[in-house]
């Protein structure tokens, strides 16, 4: 698991809000060690759970990926984001949001959803897949900067300069980190719209807004990983502490 705290200046003082990001399940069944995933996420006790896209196997098949989301528990919700697979299987779009929304999960496809957590004011704005200048000017037309806005989209290489000043976080997946990595060697294979990002925290545009970009928890075409484990990612929003610039 990681563990990352972000000082957000719209935060205000207090506990803040605990984020769990997960992404790229990938999942045809429901197998032991998913279910303990599902068991540490909840025991992390987050304020909202948010995914990334990629919820299908090889199989195309979503069985195991609802069984997985069904388990999952936030008092402000779980919201998600269609990812390349959800495509490439053809089950993308309303037939999705609506096995999603059985599972207790609200799929956003170019849409802002708002919330108020502790007194702070929130859009979830979920860009579908592939973060196309369309559903870019979409979303913009729709944030307001008044509100914490965090941004979900499956792939981390997008126009994020159109989000500028308005988004506060973007959070990611798509890339699995590499997959299959050697120590201190960039991956050898990175999927479409991932470079140059690979894992982890980077700051963008000239705002320098917080890109997250999650390994995800399954795999694609073979299933291993070397030297990049799955990652469950809990995300602490703060108020930065007195004279600290945010982020």
């Given amino acids: 698991m990681e563990k990352r705290q972000l000082s957000i200046a719209k935060i205000p003082p207090g506990p803040g809000l605990r984020i769990v990001h997960l992404s790229d399940l990938h999942l045809r069944s429901l197998p032991n060690h998913f279910a303990a995933a599902a068991a540490t996420v909840n025991q992390l006790r987050p304020d909202l759970i948010l995914l990334t896209g990629d919820y299908l196997d090889q199989a195309r098949r979503l069985d195991g990926a609802i069984s997985f989301m069904r388990l999952l528990k936030a008092d402000g919700g779980i919201f998600a984001v269609q990812g390349n ?98 120590p201190g060697v960039r991956p050898l294979y990175l999927p479409r719209f991932s470079a140059p990002f690979v894992s982890g925290l980077y700051r963008v545009t000239t705002n320098r807004i917080p890109l997250y970009v999650n390994r995800g928890l399954g795999t694609s075409v073979l299933p291993l990983r070397f030297f990049c484990p799955p990652e469950i990612a809990l995300l602490q929003l703060q108020s930065p502490p007195a004279g600290q610039l945010p982020y």
């Fill in 85 to 182: 697979w959800e495509y490439w299987a053809r089950l993308e779009g309303e037939p999705l949001r609506r096995k999603l929304a059985a599972a207790g999960v609200e799929l956003l496809i170019d849409e802002r959803r708002d919330l108020l957590i502790r007194g702070i004011p929130l859009s979830i704005l979920g860009i579908d897949y592939p973060s196309a200048s369309d559903s870019l000017e979409k979303i913009k037309r729709t944030a307001q900067t008044d509100r914490l806005n965090i941004v979900l989209s499956h792939v981390p290489a997008f126009g994020h300069d159109t989000l500028a000043p308005l988004a506060d976080l973007i959070l990611s997946g798509h890339t699995h980190g590499g997959q299959i990595r050697l």
